[in-house]
């Protein structure tokens, strides 16, 4: 279509038999105040794609209005709970009229930079990050978000005083002890990442405090560090090696399901056979007779999208607590 005949907002309004307003809500994220229903924005909707209409998102960020388009970051070699969260966050903030635009990379901050500076080119000005527990890289990751002023994360940041929603499993794991103090279980321990991590760090401690919590002295042999290194077999192995047929626990905590996997495969041949907990809600625990706890993805995808688009209700932390079933 030549410039002449460019397309404008009024001919896709007058197509959709709707009001100037109703079509910049939907198609330019316009005020709040407009109040467009299902149908009428199925229509604007349609009149745009049958006039090829394609939103000035400069012009439209300018008269107050959303790009309709979140970043969100993520760490490309992140496991089954950043991803299976992910889903969560996109089908809400479908539900709400906005798509998700992902930047991926792992220990890349520099990537991470490039990626945050072209969306911002494309009009994007609300972010989710789920990619930050770097700690070889936190100068640089609170260099990187120095100054924002929508940016939610997921898990505390190292940057201060920026909104972040926090989960906690010790509710969650109280009750999982107990109920493994029922079935007759006496050495109880965990396996978890290099503590250098936050979140690996805080698996730590909740399993402490929910031992506490059911009147259990805390027993470091039981409770085995990984290395740094990533390979899953190595990790396992070394868990054996160590701590497992050394101590011999009849129950284990470990989050997530490639190392339950491989543990499991590893323990064959052995006499021992603990009763295991997973922690990310993976459907593979099932397949391999594992409980796991459920994480409340859909909540935690709620509470990100409401400290993104209502900073008023950025004053307080919200956490979500993990569900033992």
């Known amino acids: 279509m030549s410039k002449t005949n460019k397309v404008t907002l009024n001919k896709v309004a007058e197509l959709a038999g709707v009001s100037l307003g109703a079509a910049s809500k939907v198609l330019n994220g316009g005020s709040s105040k407009i109040g467009v229903g299902a149908e009428a924005s199925k229509r604007i909707l349609e009149a745009a794609r049958k006039l090829d209409y394609h939103t000035n998102m400069a012009a439209a960020i300018l008269r107050g209005g959303r790009s309709k388009l979140i970043g969100v970051f993520v760490d490309s070699f992140a496991h089954y709970r950043t991803m299976r969260l992910l889903q969560d966050i996109e089908r809400l903030s479908s539900a709400m009229g906005y798509r998700v635009i992902?930047?991926?990379?792992?220990d890349n901050v520099a990537h991470m930079k490039a990626d945050y500076l072209q969306f911002q080119r494309y009009g994007i000005t609300d972010f989710i990050c789920c990619a930050h527990d770097y700690p070889e890289f936190k100068d640089e990751i609170a260099d990187l978000f120095s100054g924002a002023k929508n940016v939610v994360f997921m898990e505390k940041p190292f940057i201060p005083d920026m909104p972040y929603v926090r989960t906690s499993r010790v509710k969650a794991m109280t009750e999982m002890i107990r109920?493994?103090?029922r079935k007759g279980c006496r050495r109880l321990g965990t396996l978890y990442g290099h503590i250098s991590a936050l979140t690996e760090r805080t698996q730590r401690d909740e399993f402490r405090q929910a031992l506490l919590n059911n009147g259990l002295e805390i027993d470091k042999s039981l409770m085995f560090e990984f290395s740094i290194k990533d390979d899953v077999n190595y990790q396992v192995r070394r868990?054996?090696?160590k701590m497992i047929l050394p101590c011999k626990p009849d129950f284990l905590y470990i989050d997530?399901?490639?190392y339950a996997v491989?543990?499991?495969a590893q323990l064959e041949g052995t006499?021992?056979?603990p009763l295991i907990q997973g922690g990310t809600g993976d459907p593979l625990f099932a397949n391999i007779g594992v409980k796991s706890f459920d994480p409340c993805y859909e909540k935690i995808a709620e509470e990100l999208l409401n400290l993104l688009l209502h900073p008023e209700l950025r004053e307080n932390v919200p956490v979500i607590e993990a569900v033992y079933k």
């Open 256 to 258: 997530d399901v490639s």
């Open 102 to 106: 992902m930047s991926l990379s792992h």
């Open 239 to 241: 868990a054996m090696r």
């Open 271 to 273: 006499d021992l056979r």
């Open 262 to 264: 491989t543990l499991r």
């Open 179 to 181: 109920h493994a103090l």
